[in-house]
C-alpha cells in the first residue's frame, strides 16, 4: 500500500520521545484497517480526524479507499513534518482534502463539519479528557451525528467514555489473526 499511496509511515517511533502523556507513534497495520473498514465503511461526505496521526498513514489509507476529507492532529515536530512530506509526495486525487495540523490534541480546535475522530491510543487520559471536550464543544455549536473509533483502546479511556460522557459504545469489531489474538485488537465504535 505504500508504493502505491507514494508514501512513508511504516517505522515504530523508537527515539525514546515518547512520554506518559505523548505515546509513541506505531502504524495501525493496513491488514487491520482493511478488516474493520470492510465491516464499518465510512461515507464520502464524512469528515475525518486522527489525533496522534504520526506520518499519517490512516490519512491517506481513508482518503484513498473512501475520499473523504481527512485531517491529522500531530504534536511531534518530527513525525509532522513526514506527514507534510507524505503529503506532497502522495499519488491520490484531491490532495487539497487532506490536512495536518500541528499541534497538542487538547489544543486542536474541531471543525464543526468534522464527524469521525480515531484515536490509538495517542496520549493520556488528561490528554484525552481535554481532547473530548473540544470535540464536545463543536457538538454544541453544531449538533451532529458522530463518531469515536478507537483501535486498541486503553481501559483508562473506556471507563471515561462510560461514565463521564454522553457517548454509546455501538459496536466493537475485533480484528487480527492468529492463536495468540489479544483480546484488546479491537476498534470500538462510539456514538
Not at 152 to 181: A, H, Q
Request: glycine letters at 4%; a negative charge.
Amino acid at each position: 500500500m505504500e508504493h502505491i499511496l507514494n508514501i512513508q509511515t511504516e517505522e515504530i517511533q523508537k527515539d525514546g520521545k515518547d512520554t506518559y502523556y505523548n505515546h509513541r507513534y506505531e502504524p495501525t497495520p493496513y491488514e487491520l484497517l482493511d478488516q474493520f473498514f470492510d465491516e464499518y465503511p465510512l461515507k464520502k461526505d464524512d469528515s475525518f480526524v486522527d489525533y496522534g496521526c504520526g506520518p499519517g498513514r490512516v490519512l491517506f489509507y481513508i482518503h484513498h479507499r473512501f475520499h473523504c476529507e481527512v485531517t491529522g492532529v500531530e504534536y511531534n515536530e518530527e513525525y509532522y513534518k513526514k506527514c507534510v512530506d507524505n503529503i506532497k509526495s502522495y499519488k491520490g486525487t484531491h490532495k487539497k482534502k487532506v490536512h495536518v495540523c500541528h499541534c497538542g490534541a487538547q489544543d486542536y480546535i474541531v471543525d464543526d463539519r468534522q464527524t469521525v475522530f480515531y484515536f490509538f491510543n495517542p496520549f493520556s487520559i488528561e490528554i484525552f479528557m481535554h481532547t473530548l471536550s473540544q470535540i464536545q464543544d463543536s457538538l454544541l455549536r453544531c449538533p451532529r451525528e458522530i463518531k469515536l473509533i478507537m483501535y486498541y483502546p486503553d481501559s483508562e479511556y473506556i471507563y471515561y467514555l462510560e461514565n463521564y460522557t454522553e457517548f454509546c459504545l455501538t459496536k466493537t469489531i475485533p480484528v487480527g489473526t492468529g492463536s495468540r489474538k489479544d483480546s484488546r485488537e479491537s476498534f470500538l465504535i462510539w456514538q
